[in-house]
């Protein structure tokens, strides 16, 4: 649980982290705001974790707020709160905090170096998040237990020590057409757009080979733009084998505009894996042109058929060409950077070589490609060429060189997160909780939690065991007079298996198993079945995007 400096009201995941005191806020014996008894429970327990009386655990705690604390900032702290703190940055409390395990490292070890720009893939930059350093692992106690260090075992849906296996959900992407190998293969809506141009282009090529056709060299178009999709779906087929021959998990197979995409979850481990994996793709193109070159040769050609034939050779052949050229995201650019890896022992030395000569490659295509299909090097008549061809050309080239040098600058972001998702660890993002049952007040959940150091409210019965977690934006909502009435099971939401996340979980697995079931918290348990404490989307999502901003090493 996060809150702005002294004001008594915690933040939500979505707002600028505020100044305050370095230390906690020492807990008083009850809000002062209203006149009647305040209801409160016979004990309250310590959320577990490292003894903040022992020097070696020293903790870098924000401090809840009180209801009876002022609305305006209170910039005073207690001696001996501000002598158990350790210093920091004055940006590091609120929101962006997250506490961790001494026994596994600091908690900045993945999310303190570096500015903090914008992701390129969906996740809101956040330019002022930092976390405090050498914070003690979260815990959460239960309400019936005396001993302040036990925690509660995470029942209700939760074997002990193994981790909630999220049920897969389908990626979508478009229409899925089927699932050779176990993988779906979708194809984007922009695939009708460039098979109605694919049609519109080849129709008026057959009507000057084929002029008898007539309006039926549209369905002869057609068909080409079906079966030259055909073969590039082998092509990705081919690289989705070698994945899968590799042990490599392939999220989904999309057809789109300007060809496809195998979408390979995770890198190969060696380079030569990685140049295979790169190279049979536009193997299995030459190999397509190979065989429709073999089966127009008894085929006249001035046939349907053989027209078609002859286009299918010629279109695989392109985009076996096209993809060997050297830099990202093209397949060739996958085998230099294999071949960079190779010498040199660092793939991030393989990435960004072929990535640079991927933009350059981008800008070749958007200067070369018109002037060489107007000098006719590309198989058109100069001579016939007008100030409409002019302009498709460059419009062809520029989207060409779009998608490439994106593609370069993807594959440069995307290394680098690769590098530092490791970092990325449920243990040390997860934030100190404390356990109260349903019907605490919101007033006296939060005077536990700041007594505690927690950051963090788990809702439990009885018996200690999970119910719900008490969000963090719900209690925005709730005015300070109000809180020593509200309890904190009108906060909460209710658990389900997917919230439950192990400690143990770091890098692209912990983003998988949150991506599976979108939350703003998790309960994070240990492997034996217990309470560890409350992860929040937001610091994973901070720590997410510091991993994006940090220099390759």
């Given at each position: ?24 806020t020492a807990p008083t014996t009850g809000p002062t705001d209203h006149t009647g008894p305040e209801p409160r429970e016979p004990s309250a327990p310590r959320a577990a974790g490292p003894d903040p009386d022992n020097p070696g655990d020293a903790t870098d705690r924000p401090a809840l707020p009180h209801p009876a604390q002022p609305t305006k900032d209170t910039p005073g702290t207690h001696a001996d709160a501000d002598a158990e703190a350790p210093a920091r940055d004055s940006q590091g409390a609120g929101i962006s905090e997250a506490t961790g395990s001494t026994d596994s490292g600091s ?447």
């Amino acid at each position: 649980m996060d809150v702005s400096g002294g004001s008594g009201q915690p933040r939500s995941g979505n707002e600028e982290p505020a100044e305050h005191p370095a230390g906690p806020t020492a807990p008083t014996t009850g809000p002062t705001d209203h006149t009647g008894p305040e209801p409160r429970e016979p004990s309250a327990p310590r959320a577990a974790g490292p003894d903040p009386d022992n020097p070696g655990d020293a903790t870098d705690r924000p401090a809840l707020p009180h209801p009876a604390q002022p609305t305006k900032d209170t910039p005073g702290t207690h001696a001996d709160a501000d002598a158990e703190a350790p210093a920091r940055d004055s940006q590091g409390a609120g929101i962006s905090e997250a506490t961790g395990s001494t026994d596994s490292g600091s908690p900045a070890d993945a999310t303190s170096d570096g500015a903090e720009p914008g992701t390129t893939t969906g996740h809101p930059g956040a330019t002022d998040s930092a976390t405090p350093e050498d914070a003690p692992g979260p815990g959460a106690g239960t309400t019936s237990d005396p001993h302040p260090q036990h925690r509660s075992p995470a029942h209700s849906g939760i074997a002990k020590g193994e981790p909630p296996q999220p049920r897969p959900k389908e990626p979508g992407g478009g229409i899925l057409m089927g699932r050779p190998f176990g993988v779906p293969v979708y194809v984007a809506p922009s695939w009708f757009l460039v098979a109605a141009l694919i049609t519109w282009v080849f129709g008026g090529q057959l009507d000057r080979v084929l002029p008898e056709l007539g309006a039926a060299r549209y369905l002869v178009s057609l068909f080409f733009a079906v079966a030259f999709y055909a073969s590039v779906l082998v092509h990705e087929l081919a690289h989705t084998v070698a994945a899968i021959r590799f042990r490599l998990p392939v999220r989904r197979i999309q057809l789109q505009f300007f060809g496809g995409v195998s979408e390979i979850e995770k890198e190969a481990e060696t380079p030569g894996r990685e140049f295979i994996l790169a190279f049979v793709g536009p193997l299995l193109s030459l190999v397509l042109a190979g065989l429709f070159y073999l089966a127009m040769k008894p085929v006249d050609p001035g046939t349907v058929t053989g027209v078609l034939l002859a286009g299918l050779m010629i279109s695989n052949l392109i985009v076996a060409i096209f993809n060997l050229l050297p830099g990202l995201p093209l397949d060739g650019g996958r085998m230099l950077r294999a071949v960079v890896w190779k010498i040199t022992g660092k793939p991030m030395s393989g990435t960004i070589a072929a990535a640079w000569v991927g933009r350059a490659l981008a800008v070749a295509v958007l200067i070369g490609l018109p002037l060489l299909n107007q000098a006719g090097a590309l198989g058109g008549d100069s001579t016939d060429t007008t100030g409409m061809d002019t302009v498709t050309d460059a419009l062809l080239a520029a989207i060409l060189a779009a998608i490439i040098w994106t593609g370069a600058g993807n594959s440069l972001r995307m290394a680098r997160l690769r590098e530092h998702l490791p970092e990325l660890r449920a243990r040390t993002l997860t934030r100190r909780a404390v356990p109260v049952q349903t019907d605490t007040p919101l007033s006296e959940a939060l005077r536990r939690a700041n007594a505690a150091g927690a950051r963090a409210l788990v809702v439990v019965d009885a018996h200690g065991n999970p119910l719900s977690l008490v969000r963090e934006s719900a209690i925005v909502g709730v005015p300070e007079h109000r809180r020593p009435w509200v309890p904190v099971s009108g906060l909460a939401h209710d658990l389900t298996d997917g919230m439950r996340v192990s400690a143990e979980l770091a890098g692209e697995e912990l983003l998988d198993v949150l991506r599976a079931t979108p939350a703003t918290e998790y309960l994070v348990v240990e492997e034996t079945g217990e309470i560890y404490g409350v992860l929040s989307a937001a610091d994973v999502e901070r720590a997410f995007v510091k991993a994006m901003a940090r220099p390759a090493s």
